[in-house]
């Protein structure tokens, strides 16, 4: 078992620590926001105050914060921890942010103390991270991997090496590029069955046998009734809210556009979902976009 140091607290990071403590390592947590700090320290973790002393002698470090800023703040500002943390640590960032931030923070890591970093961003939302249940697509050397992936089983499922550093987040972006794109046409497709006055259970299913299936229809599906666990059962409570989704999309954007690489469709999702979240979606699920695109 490992002596880890968690960085972030936070809707993610809460669980996935407790997860950590579950499976019997010995957790030292920080959090800028003290509110984070209870179930952790009730679930038998160890508060640390402030960086220097959450990395203090662990063997890994787990990072899992808002956006690029924070993380590489955290890696490289006042403080770092690419100095504070052992020589010899593993650093696992599951944050999701821009592939250059990550592949900037394993290079300098790499040139300043020669610590291993593996970037590790995760899909399966808080329910994911509550059941241990994520699934990890991890950017690093394959000894950083081999050391990362037993301690990511504790708090995931699916645990895929996508290749060099910065690969994980290249991967994460690419696939939630896809979701957000596929939503918006499995929403386009129920608001257009209505006005043909096609009932929605029946275009389900026939569509989630289809050529037109897809997770956004059959896990995720954006009109209540059919996927009775999806959130426009409950009013499009998230989930996986329009701000996040705005996020990875932009994310996606920026990857595009330095790649120099045309995404018009991602271009156009990443728009029609910052006018969902200016329309007071930003807090609601990102499938609640069907209102938008209903015009209701
Ligand atoms: P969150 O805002 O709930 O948690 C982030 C935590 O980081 C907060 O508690 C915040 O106080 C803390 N923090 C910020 N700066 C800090 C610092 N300098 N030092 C210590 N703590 C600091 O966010 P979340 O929902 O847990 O998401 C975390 C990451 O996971 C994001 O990158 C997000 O895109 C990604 N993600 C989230 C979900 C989801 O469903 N929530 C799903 C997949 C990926």
């Known amino acids: 078992m490992a002596t880890i140091g968690f960085i972030g607290l936070g809707n993610m990071g809460g669980p996935m620590a407790r997860n950590l403590l579950k499976a019997g390592h010995k957790v030292r947590g920080y959090d800028i926001f003290k509110g984070s700090l209870a179930p952790f320290a009730k679930a038998g973790g160890e508060i640390a105050s402030d960086l220097t002393e959450t990395v203090k002698d662990v063997e890994v470090v787990i990072t899992m914060l808002p956006a690029g800023e924070h993380v590489r703040n955290v890696y490289l500002g006042e403080g770092k921890i690419i100095d504070s943390a052992p020589r010899g640590a593993l650093l696992i960032d599951c944050s999701t942010i821009d592939v250059q931030s990550a592949r900037g923070i394993s290079a300098a890591a790499a040139a300043s103390t020669g610590q291993e970093v593996v970037d590790a961003p995760v899909s399966g939302g808080t329910v994911g991270a509550e059941n241990a249940t994520l699934t990890f697509m991890c950017g ?57 006055g096609l009932d929605a259970q029946t275009l389900f299913d026939i569509s989630s046998k ?7 229809m059959t896990t995720y599906c954006p009109v209540p009734g059919p996927v009775p666990t999806s959130p426009a059962n409950r009013d499009f409570k998230p989930g996986f809210t329009g701000e996040m989704m705005v996020k990875d999309m932009r994310l996606a954007q920026e990857a595009a556009h330095h790649a120099g690489v045309s995404t018009p469709l991602g271009a156009t999702a990443q728009a029609l979902y910052a006018l969902y979240c200016g329309r007071g979606g930003a807090e609601d699920d990102f499938s609640g976009i069907i209102r938008l695109l209903a015009g209701k």
């Open 210 to 216: 289809s050529s037109g299936q897809c997770w956004s």
């Open 140 to 196: 690093g050397s394959a000894a950083g991997f081999a050391r990362a992936e037993p301690i990511l089983k504790a708090m995931g499922k699916t645990i895929v090496h996508a290749g060099a550093a910065g690969n994980g987040q290249a991967a994460k972006i690419c696939n939630n590029m896809i979701l957000g794109i596929s939503m918006i046409a499995v929403c386009e497709g129920f608001v257009l069955a209505e006005k043909l």
